[in-house]
């Protein structure tokens, strides 16, 4: 820098222009020689770290970097925990995090032990730290698991029951709605699931299962009935969308001026505490001038007497008064708690019909919903909750209005005669009901508790194993007992709202049960006693053997927290999502909306999640990837279920999937019946002449008496065939898959057509050492391997190409361009720079499109082409496999998938020809190698899309 031009003018420059010159000159050497800061770093020092904060850098380092402009760049200073975790703004913090997502009111009990996940606009419970695939399914065996399902959300109808059930009728299937017309679950004594479809679509357009609970006839009600709709919160909006459009709803103004409501609320608890800060002052200084009128009364007014310094001496006094009581405001905890939720029910977004008739209310996160799964689900339900007992206040002295108006609400809600002996009669059901363990199917039970954090225990209580002796409780015994009334104070919203805005904080119970003299004892019951309703529907179990039963439980809202920790230390087993996803391979479970292929919330899930498997597909090098075009997998990522329904029926324009109950009845007893043989009495030359297995099908149910040759029972298959003829074959069934032998089955695995000669060779092999599962796909040829090679070497070159000529442009630019040229423009190095790198795009602006879509072009050039034929494979595929793993109740490879019913009904021909040409007596290799006599089962090939491997499978139909 002493060799400067003499025409620099350093006067007219200053010294801070120099400074300036010196830093950017010295920058541009260092950028010659190519001297870069973090490249020099010692390869212990982390890269990452060091940028985030400059002064982990090594003393020998940081004067290069500051003299490359690291002085301007300030590390960005984060509050510490300690200020961020102050009890003061801690609420106001937990509200503003849940402005995008809604948390769970068990939240900060799940987010210390369970990995959380963001979906469908709440924060929910993935999967435990600890290990909790078994933990969870054996809970659902021999214990009870537990689960928050609050996130279900709660549409409520209203209107007269003609009306409502003529607009239900356009979203229903026929057969739902002549359940809905059951007197019991009219009357609110059992709850139904159904199908909610678009308008006249049945059976296409599907949306998602709802379960539906009216609710009893009550006087309020005037002649109308209600009815609550619990849906999933992926296909909320679309279920709200269209009972909108079935019964012409029109949002109220009430419901707009509840959305002000809520906000104001929100923010007012949110915002700081200013205006009791305002209002403190003005009362001292009220206190200050009536100090000095008092003055003035009784000595006078007095001349010589400073009015001024008096006021100030009464503020004095007023201030040190202030700084000894120290007074600090209580606190709402519960309503800050629910301050983002419809509470109260003014607030709650409703919607009324054109003619005034039928209301809607979203009743969404309103109310907490509890599952419990297991055998020993009543024993926690026991354990956790306590009828409350009814305890009049005693009348000492004539109450006035207002002290009669801030009483609890089940003193007004049980002065009626009527309403205590339904309380008695619902708790005389309870301990009968619970006596045993298994209650029927479809239970509704309403009941009133006492306050849960009363009777929590001090720890975990182990649940006590079932016994052999517990009572037996008979059909008709069940029937009688359930005559117990379903009126409940949950169904009425003023008390809901009561409820939740009267509860007592959890420092008050505390205090209450610290003061005990037996710790660990329960308090008293008593009249001011928080009682808080529930209802309690018992689910049915399904299909598996001892799995599936459990109860729900509904809780309004703000005693989410309160009731689960009871839950918790009865012997609860807590799950998340991924539990509930495994249950519904392990004990099959009803599908949510996102996991059916034929609703838009299905169609969007499948979507997010191919584009998750693809991303981590190309996150790996190309050596750790799998080749796929060899493969022969077209999707690899997701599965194609409109171009499956496509490739097997010609003209198909949408999928739906079958959900008749008696037809898939039928069909998964001619595919599961492993005891019986199929007789074909007349067989087709070619396989195109009918679409269906025979003309005159029959199930022979083969006896334990070897004379007994003739049928004994047979099923004709000709009215499944009729019922089949008004079908459209572009329908999906859900199947079962079980691996005959070693192999756990991916997703996306094809389920495939097995050829003649594979069930041959599997059932008659060449030589006894051969392997049973020797089927592989023959390598497909490579037909991109040259594009992807090509697209390598002309990325690279155009690579190199920009790098050269962005070298070129900034040694242009240090070298001709003359410093102080650069002075009366007021431009600096790095913007003349800049300038002559946007001219090096300019010119150059094809090969950059031509780079930039290079990462496009190779991964496409990594997979087959998605309007290829389906059937591009050795075997036919009938289906994709959607979940599968290790199934623990099986002790082997399982999976869960959808297969087209016209592929699912060639496959039963095949199995049917294949019966009838080995006979009875030829026989076949069972699952440990050993030949047993002849089997019916529907055996399939599964392949995973990263295998050439075939492995055989046993294929059942889920009802």
């Not at 004095?316 to 939720?341: L, T």
């Not at 080749?627 to 010609?650: C, H, M, T, Y």
């Amino acid at each position: 820098m002493e060799d400067l031009p003499e025409q620099c003018n350093y006067l007219a420059l200053g010294a801070a222009r120099i400074r300036e010159i010196k830093a950017i000159v010295s920058k541009l050497d260092n950028c010659e020689h190519g001297n870069r800061v973090f490249q020099n770093l010692p390869r212990h020092m982390q890269r990452r770290a060091v940028s985030a904060n400059p002064r982990r850098l090594p003393r020998y380092l940081r004067e290069k970097h500051m003299r490359e402009g690291g002085a301007n760049v300030k590390p960005t200073h984060r509050p510490r925990r300690k200020y961020r975790r102050r009890p003061c703004n801690l609420l106001s913090e937990y509200n503003r995090r849940q402005k995008e997502y809604t948390w769970l009111e068990t939240h900060i009990w799940h987010a210390k032990r369970f990995h959380m996940i963001r979906q469908w606009g709440y924060a929910l419970p993935d999967t435990p730290t600890f290990k909790g695939y078994r933990a969870s399914l054996r809970a659902t065996k021999k214990s009870c698991l537990l689960q928050d399902v609050s996130f279900m959300c709660c549409i409520e109808l209203e209107g007269p029951q003609v009306s409502l059930l003529n607009g239900l009728s356009s979203v229903i299937q026929p057969a739902s709605l002549s359940s809905l017309s059951d007197t019991e679950i009219q009357l609110g004594r059992k709850p139904i699931e159904v199908m909610l479809f678009q308008p006249f679509r049945q059976p296409y357009g599907a949306i998602g299962m709802t379960e539906m609970l009216w609710h009893p006839h009550s006087d309020h009600l005037q002649g109308k009935s209600r009815v609550w709709l619990w849906v999933h919160p992926s296909v909320h909006s679309q279920v709200v969308d269209v009972l909108t459009e079935v019964f012409s709803f029109v949002k109220t103004d009430s419901a707009q001026e509840g959305d002000k409501v809520s906000q104001e609320r929100i923010e007012s608890i949110i915002s700081t505490g200013a205006e009791e800060k305002t209002k403190e002052a003005k009362e001292i200084t009220l206190s200050a001038d009536e100090k000095v009128r008092e003055y003035e009364l009784q000595n006078g007014v007095d001349e010589d007497v400073d009015i001024a310094a008096l006021k100030d001496c009464a503020k004095d006094d007023q201030d040190s008064k202030q700084k000894r009581k120290k007074p600090k405001m209580p606190k709402n905890v519960n309503e800050a708690k629910i301050a983002r939720k419809n509470i109260p029910f003014v607030r709650t977004p409703k919607y009324t019909s054109a003619s005034s008739e039928i209301t809607m209310m979203l009743l969404k996160d309103t109310l907490n919903r509890f599952r419990l799964t297991g055998p020993q689900a009543h024993s926690v339900i026991s354990s956790a909750l306590h009828p409350a007992a009814i305890i009049e206040k005693e009348n000492t002295e004539a109450e006035d209005d207002a002290v009669k108006s801030e009483q609890p609400w089940w003193l007004d809600y049980y002065a009626k005669e009527q309403s205590k002996s339904r309380h008695l009669e619902q708790v005389k059901a309870w301990k009968q009901l619970f006596s045993c363990p298994q209650p029927r199917p479809g239970t509704v039970l309403p009941l009133v508790v006492r306050d849960p954090r009363v009777t929590l225990p001090h720890k975990k209580i182990p649940l006590e194993t079932a016994t052999s002796d517990v009572c037996a409780v008979s059909e008709t015994e069940q029937e009688e007992l359930g005559k117990w009334p379903l009126e409940n104070p949950i169904y009425d919203s003023a008390i809901r709202d009561a409820v939740t805005l009267s509860k007592e904080p959890d420092a008050v119970i505390n205090r209450r049960r610290h003061q005990l003299l037996v710790p660990g004892s329960q308090l008293p019951e008593t009249a001011e006693e928080s009682r808080l309703p529930l209802l309690l529907l018992a689910r049915r179990p399904t299909y598996c053997e001892d799995y599936g039963n459990g109860w729900d439980m509904i809780v309004p809202a703000g005693w989410g927290m309160s009731v689960w920790m009871p839950l918790v230390f009865g012997g609860g087993v807590a799950g998340g999502q991924q539990e509930a996803e495994n249950l519904h391979m392990e004990i099959h479970t009803p599908l949510p909306p996102y996991l059916l292929p034929d609703t838009p919330a299905g169609d969007y899930f499948s979507g997010w999640l191919a584009n998750k498997r693809r991303t981590d597909f190309f996150r790996r090098p190309p050596a750790n990837r799998q080749n796929f075009i060899k493969l022969g997998v077209q999707f690899p990522f997701s599965q194609p279920w409109r171009e499956l329904a496509q490739d097997w029926e010609p003209g198909t324009q949408d999928i739906y999937v079958l959900r008749d109950p008696e037809l898939l009845r039928d069909l998964a007893q001619i595919v599961q019946e492993p005891s019986c043989s199929i007789s074909i009495t007349k067989k087709r030359k070619t396989e195109n002449v009918s679409e269906f297995p025979c003309k005159k099908m029959k199930i022979i149910d083969q006896g334990k008496e070897e004379s007994a040759n003739e049928c004994t029972s047979a099923i004709d298959v000709c009215s499944i065939e009729q019922k089949l003829q008004g079908l459209s074959y572009g329908s999906l069934v859900l199947v079962k898959l079980e691996l005959c032998y070693k192999g756990v089955l991916e997703p996306c695995a094809m389920i495939c057509l097995p050829l003649k000669e594979d069930h041959q060779a599997r059932e008659f092999p060449a030589k006894p050492s051969s392997k049973i599962e020797d089927i592989s796909e023959p390598p497909h040829p490579d037909t991109k391997a040259q594009q992807r090679a090509r697209l390598k070497e002309e990325h690279h070159k155009i690579k190199c190409r920009m790098q050269r000529q962005r070298h070129k442009a900034r040694q242009r630019v240090s070298l001709n361009t003359d410093v102080m040229s650069l002075v009366p423009m007021e431009l600096t190095i790095e913007q003349a720079t800049a300038e002559a790198l946007k001219k090096v795009e300019n010119d150059n602006q094809v090969i950059l499109h031509r780079y930039s879509s290079f990462k496009e072009e190779m991964e496409n050039a990594w997979l087959r082409d998605t309007h290829d034929p389906l059937q591009c494979c050795s075997r036919k595929i009938l289906g994709y496999v959607t979940h599968g793993t290790f199934s623990l109740t099986l002790g082997k490879g399982a999976g869960i998938g959808w297969v087209s019913l016209k592929a699912l009904l060639r496959l039963m021909q095949v199995c049917c020809g294949r019966s009838s040409t080995t006979g009875e007596q030829k026989g076949c290799l069972s699952d440990d190698g050993r030949r047993v006599g002849k089997n019916n089962i529907c055996l399939v090939l599964t392949r995973n899309p990263s295998s050439f491997q075939y492995r055989w499978a046993k294929l059942s139909i889920l009802l």
